[in-house]
């Protein structure tokens, strides 16, 4: 029991920037995204024994953060904004000079509607291909397609300087 609770630490610590930043992309929100990792490694943790002896933990927890976020969408929401930053990497490169295309394309991400936003994080950051992506989200491979092509469209419109730079190919 404790090795598990062990691992299980060691875990959280290895994997919960990486799953911050991909909840950031999904909510555009660095509270919500932090709510969502929260769900996620709780669900993550009620079933760390089998995921450790056989499964990939870090796997489960993404599915359970795309299910979790799908779910959010379809209820009924109330409109919020709340201000958030992308936690920064530290990896000692000096990231100065992407600082305003960061800026840029994180402000054109959230004025896209959720399922193209969701779309585009799924297949160009997560690197999901078409179909598993569209069978997290719920939909037709026909529907993601549709998504990721008006979510690149949109943002290529947004942000022509970045889309000159072949960033939205």
């Known amino acids: 029991m404790e090795q598990d609770e062990h691992d299980f630490e060691a875990f959280y610590r290895a ?5 911050l930043r991909t909840a950031y992309l999904l909510t555009g929100d660095r509270h919500l995204a932090e709510d969502l990792v929260q769900d996620a490694l709780a669900r993550t943790h009620r079933g760390w024994r089998k995921l450790r002896d056989g499964g990939n933990p ?34 000692g490169r000096d990231q100065a000079g992407d600082a305003a295309s960061r ?7 959230l004025t896209l509607p959720t399922r ?26 026909g529907t993601l397609k549709s998504h990721t092509s008006r979510g690149l469209a949109a943002l290529r419109k947004a942000l022509p300087d970045l889309a000159t730079e072949g960033m939205f190919r």
């Not at 994997?15 to 799953?19: D, E, F, H, S, V």
């Not at 800026?103 to 991400?109: D, F, G, I, P, W």
């Open 15 to 19: 994997r919960t920037p990486a799953l």
């Open 58 to 91: 870090e796997a489960y927890a993404r599915q359970v953060m795309y299910h979790l976020q799908v779910s959010r969408w379809r209820r009924k929401r109330v409109t919020e904004s709340l201000p958030g930053d992308l936690p920064e990497r530290r990896d």
């Open 103 to 109: 800026l840029a394309l994180r402000q054109a991400l």
């Open 116 to 141: 193209q936003r969701a779309a585009l994080v799924l297949r160009y950051f997560e690197d999901y291909s078409e179909t598993a992506a569209a069978e997290l989200l719920g939909c037709r491979v």
